[in-house]
């Protein structure tokens, strides 16, 4: 069975949906934010929802199962995409594009004293430094040094690039929520069997402690591919194949290997749906590892990667800039 490129062709969006359940019993826990906790919310028709992961999250976290981080590679299937490595003076591993939060933004690649990557970003996307971003030059340049931040969302906030304009929204955006939760209370102790009545501010003594867990009848994750993105950046057939099997192969995997959330929240898929387009078929997971060497070597021959296809940047620590002398200076 082929992928079903053809229709695609004019869906603005590609909306997916997985039902999720506690690998485990029915409890769960679920993402939390400073000074909030659990972001729990009124749905519209009044049923009390809570937001399991976020945007932010999943995004990263669709990153991490495209990464073999033992052989400190791309998974077999993406082998060949272009990024850009980060390595230390001894030249080993530090970080890569794939993982850095910022990809090809990371100060561990423009703010260090080898500026290669900054010169070459600022020579290719020089004719934006006034007028409008040519989103399809943009795109073009990131496709060529990081593909894999096209589907993520790329935000190049310098001032010496074009103003610090160039940004690309995500094409794959998702999260995760549960439905009518329900709090359920629980609790333990820190034991200090040595000295239990220890100065508890400097990590001694028992320290008791509550901890809010949830239940829900349905938890769902929701991906969104956007299509007419991908169409938008204009770099043409094959490499709008290799970008929608690319996000594909990222939910499929993250679904399969990727869905144990934190200590307390372990996951499984149990249906896996197409809302958009009708009838749409969504390939197994091993139709897109088939499919995706082939795709990637489809725009290597076009020449819209960069060889080598690791960029490599050597890490050190760049020189503190020094204030200009004036008002604000401390000469006299």
């Known amino acids: 069975m082929t992928i079903d490129f053809l229709s695609l062709q004019t869906a603005p969006r590609l909306l997916i949906e997985a039902d999720l359940q506690p690998l485990q019993g029915a409890r769960f826990q679920p993402t939390g934010f400073p000074d909030l906790g659990a972001a729990v919310y009124d749905g519209p028709n009044g049923n009390r ?186 770099l043409g057939q094959a490499v709008e194949q290799l970008l929608v099997t690319l996000a594909l192969y990222k939910i499929r995997r993250f679904l399969d290997e990727g869905l144990r959330l934190r200590t307390a929240c372990d996951l499984e898929a149990r249906k896996l749906t197409v809302t958009r387009p009708d009838a749409w078929v969504l390939p197994e997971r091993t139709q897109l590892e088939q499919a995706l060497p082939g795709l990637i070597s489809a725009v290597a021959a076009e020449n819209r990667f960069a060889e080598p296809r690791v960029t490599v940047v050597k890490w050190e620590k760049g020189a503190e800039k020094k204030p200009k002398a004036g008002a604000d200076s401390n000469e006299e």
């Open 49 to 234: 929802l809570l937001l399991v992961e976020s945007a932010q999250s999943l995004a990263n976290r669709l990153e991490v199962v495209c990464w073999d981080a033992p052989n400190d590679d791309w998974v077999v299937p993406l082998k060949g995409l272009p990024l850009v490595k980060v390595i230390d003076k001894q030249g080993a591993s530090l970080t890569n594009t794939v993982l850095e939060a910022h990809r090809l933004n990371s100060p561990y690649i423009l703010e260090g004293k080898d500026k290669s990557v900054f010169d070459m970003l600022k020579k290719e996307l020089a004719d934006m430094s006034e007028g409008p971003v040519d989103i399809r030059k943009l795109a073009s340049v990131v496709l060529k040094y990081d593909t894999n931040a096209l589907l993520h969302g790329i935000f190049l906030a310098k001032s010496e690039l074009a103003g610090g304009r160039l940004r690309l929204p995500r094409v794959v955006s998702a999260f995760i929520e549960a439905e009518d939760v329900k709090l359920a209370q629980s609790g333990g102790v820190k034991n200090d069997h040595v000295n239990p009545s220890g100065d508890t501010a400097k990590g001694f003594g028992n320290v008791p402690y509550s901890r809010d867990d949830y239940t829900a009848p349905k938890i769902t994750a929701y991906f969104n591919i956007d299509l007419a993105q991908i169409r938008g950046f204009g």
